[in-house]
C-alpha cells in the first residue's frame, strides 16, 4: 500500500520560521545577488568543473547572514560542494549529501586539507621522475 506524505506549502513553511529569520531571510533575496563580475576561483572552488555550480558568493550571503561561527550549514543536493566549502572558509562546521559519485568525490577532494610541505615534495617527486623519464634513451614520446 502507499503512504502519502503532504508537502508543506511555501506559505506554512514561512510561518514556522521565526519572525527574526523570516525578516533576515525576506532582507537578504531582496538584495543584490548578482554575482556575475565576481571572481569563482578563489580557494578550492575552480578545482574541477560541475554542471550548474553557483557562485562562492551566492551561498556566503545566505550563510554569513543566518548562522553564526560554530554553527553547521547542511547542503541537501551540494553538488561539487560550492556551499560546504564556503561554510568552512566562513568558520561554520558542514555536511552535504549528494546522489552523484562524481559530486561526492570533488566535494571531497575541495574540503581535504593539504600539507602544504607534502604536497611540495610530492610535486618535486612527479617532476623528478618526468626528467629521469626524458633522459633515457629508449624514451620516445607519444
Ligand atoms: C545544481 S546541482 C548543485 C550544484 C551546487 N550548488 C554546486 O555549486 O556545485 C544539484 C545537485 O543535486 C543533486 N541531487 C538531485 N537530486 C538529489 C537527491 N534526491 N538527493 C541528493 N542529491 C540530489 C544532483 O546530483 C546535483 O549534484
Same mark, same amino acid.
Given at each position: 500500500?502507499?503512504?502519502?506524505?503532504? #508537502?508543506?506549502?511555501?506559505?506554512?513553511?514561512?510561518?514556522?520560521?521565526?519572525?527574526?529569520?523570516?525578516?533576515?531571510?525576506?532582507?537578504?533575496? =531582496?538584495?543584490?545577488?548578482?554575482f556575475?563580475?565576481?571572481?569563482?576561483?578563489?580557494? =578550492?572552488? @575552480?578545482l574541477?568543473?560541475?554542471?550548474?555550480?553557483?557562485?562562492?558568493?551566492?551561498?556566503? #550571503?545566505?550563510?554569513?547572514? +543566518?548562522?553564526?561561527?560554530?554553527? $553547521? #550549514?547542511?547542503?541537501?543536493?551540494?553538488? =561539487?560542494? $560550492?556551499?560546504? #566549502?564556503?561554510?568552512?572558509?566562513?568558520?561554520?562546521?558542514?555536511?552535504?549529501?549528494?546522489?552523484?559519485?562524481?559530486?561526492?568525490?570533488?566535494?571531497?577532494?575541495? $574540503?581535504?586539507?593539504?600539507?602544504? +610541505?607534502? @604536497?611540495?615534495? @610530492?610535486?618535486?617527486?612527479?617532476?623528478?621522475?618526468?626528467?629521469q623519464?626524458?633522459?633515457?634513451?629508449?624514451?620516445?614520446?607519444?
Amino acid at each position: 500500500m502507499f503512504q502519502t506524505m503532504s #508537502v508543506p506549502s511555501q506559505a506554512s513553511l514561512e510561518t514556522k520560521l521565526p519572525i527574526n529569520v523570516r525578516r533576515c531571510l525576506s532582507k537578504l533575496l =531582496s538584495s543584490d545577488l548578482d554575482f556575475h563580475r565576481d571572481a569563482s576561483n578563489l580557494a =578550492s572552488h @575552480a578545482l574541477h568543473a560541475f554542471a550548474a555550480k553557483f557562485p562562492p558568493q551566492l551561498p556566503r #550571503v545566505f550563510i554569513e547572514g +543566518l548562522t553564526v561561527k560554530g554553527e $553547521t #550549514v547542511m547542503d541537501p543536493m551540494m553538488g =561539487s560542494g $560550492t556551499a560546504i #566549502v564556503e561554510a568552512f572558509l566562513c568558520g561554520r562546521r558542514a555536511v552535504g549529501f549528494d546522489i552523484d559519485p562524481l559530486a561526492l568525490m570533488i566535494c571531497r577532494v575541495k $574540503t581535504h586539507p593539504v600539507d602544504f +610541505l607534502e @604536497a611540495t615534495w @610530492a610535486g618535486k617527486r612527479v617532476l623528478g621522475s618526468a626528467v629521469q623519464l626524458l633522459q633515457r634513451a629508449d624514451f620516445v614520446p607519444v
